[in-house]
């Protein structure tokens, strides 16, 4: 005879669920007026803090706008702990990315308990707006964001090259200012006029420091070209990376649906299973 209790959902499970949904979906409607909502509030809880920093502020004005943080942060910290609640691994979700900035969205305002001041870490909160990139069903963005991700992955050895040489130029450039203006025109040191080469390559050009010998004035000329012409070269290998990437990526679509077992998101529109834990992504 088949035990009739092994087949029956565990007590709690239709809430959990049903919370799940909210808490973590943005395809439905409660989940995405959740989250919404939730937006709304950290960007509330920003501008609080960022108020809160002004010299001119009153004591009245800054006791409301603390009672008024101490509010947000009890909202998202009963939130934080009903996220936990809804997965069914949330040592999974607190390790998560997400999770930990949810987490380190709250911890300041408790912190400022001991440490009075930390509360102007809860600009961290603005992090948490990336879910704007889910909520509002903008997932192309997001998949843009992961073809610029992976083009500059795999960009890294080549950029790695280029800095090198670029570091190399540098060095020799910095010596050779170094030697031919000296300390009299403000080049006082080799680290100094590495300085200035850095300056002038990428063409930012302070004009704290400048050469004042025909020689010097020739040589920056040249490293001032040279410097155009630098720019031009991670710009092409992105480039290229990119376009590689992007047809690479091009059939891969993502969608809002979170797993319940450890609330990853941002999986492909025809996955079945988490791509975190193998949870199966279909509601029950």
């Known amino acids: 005879m088949t035990d009739r209790r092994a087949e029956s959902p565990p007590v709690g499970a239709a809430w959990r669920t049903r919370l799940h949904t909210i808490i973590f979906e943005a ?17 509330v809880s920003i501008v609080v803090v960022s108020l809160e920093t002004l010299p001119s502020l009153s004591p009245r004005d800054h006791d409301a706008l603390r009672a008024l943080e101490w509010t947000l942060t009890g909202v998202f910290t009963l939130e934080y702990i009903l996220r936990l609640v809804a997965v069914r691994r949330p040592v999974a979700y607190a390790g998560s990315f997400f999770g930990v900035v ?12 001991l440490f009075p001041g930390a509360q102007v870490l809860l600009a961290v909160r603005v992090l948490r707006l ?43 450039v910095g010596s050779l200012m170094y030697l031919i203006e000296g300390a009299e025109h403000g080049f006082t040191s080799i680290p100094r006029s ?3 080469a850095v300056v002038t390559l990428t063409t930012v050009g302070y004009g704290d420091i400048a050469p004042k010998t ?4 020739t040589l920056a000329s040249l490293v001032m070209i040279l410097g155009y012409g630098i720019i031009a070269v991670p710009t092409g290998i992105v480039t290229a990376e990119l376009a590689q990437t992007s047809r690479r990526l091009e059939a891969h679509h993502l969608n809002t649906q979170s797993c319940a077992q450890c609330g990853a998101d941002d999986h492909a529109s025809d996955s079945a299973f ?8 279909h509601r029950s």
Not at 214 to 217: D, I, T, Y
């Open 194 to 196: 590495m300085y200035w």
């Open 27 to 43: 395809d439905t409607a409660a989940g995405r007026m959740f989250d919404v909502v939730v937006l709304m509030l950290i960007a």
């Open 130 to 172: 990336l879910r704007l990139f889910r909520i509002f069903k903008l997932a192309r963005y997001v998949s843009e964001a992961r073809v610029i991700t992976e083009a500059l992955r795999a960009s890294a050895r080549k950029i790695v090259v280029f800095l090198f040489t670029v570091s190399t130029v540098v060095v020799v």
């Open 102 to 113: 949810d987490l380190v969205s709250i911890l300041p305002t408790w912190i400022s308990l």
């Open 274 to 281: 988490c791509r975190h834990c193998g949870a199966s992504l």
């Open 214 to 217: 025909a020689l010097g004035q």
